[in-house]
């Protein structure tokens, strides 16, 4: 699992920290690794999040996570403008 983060930001290339950092976060949930598999996506890099992390993570059986095409489909409404 890991804690997933769809920002308000569109652009038409690919996302460098400067262009992103303190952008509102229009969704963040956990999520597990497969999403990113399962949607084509990549793992750019790491930084410090500048969103409020809760540092208790229910870790069970029973954790709120997104399916793998929640971002997706979330992503898609922001860009068409219909969020």
């Not at 804690?3 to 308000?8: C, F, K, M």
Request: charged residues 20%.
């Amino acid at each position: 699992m890991f804690l997933a983060g769809l920002l308000e930001w569109i652009g038409d290339s690919q996302p460098t920290e400067e262009l992103i950092v303190n952008r509102p976060i229009a969704k963040k949930c956990f999520a597990h690794i497969k999403m990113i598999q399962m949607t084509g996506g990549q793992l750019i890099g790491e930084f410090a999040p500048w969103w409020e992390v809760d540092t208790l993570v229910p870790f069970s059986d029973d954790m709120p996570t997104a399916g793998y095409n929640v971002f997706t489909v979330l992503a898609q409404k922001q860009a068409d403008g219909t969020s």
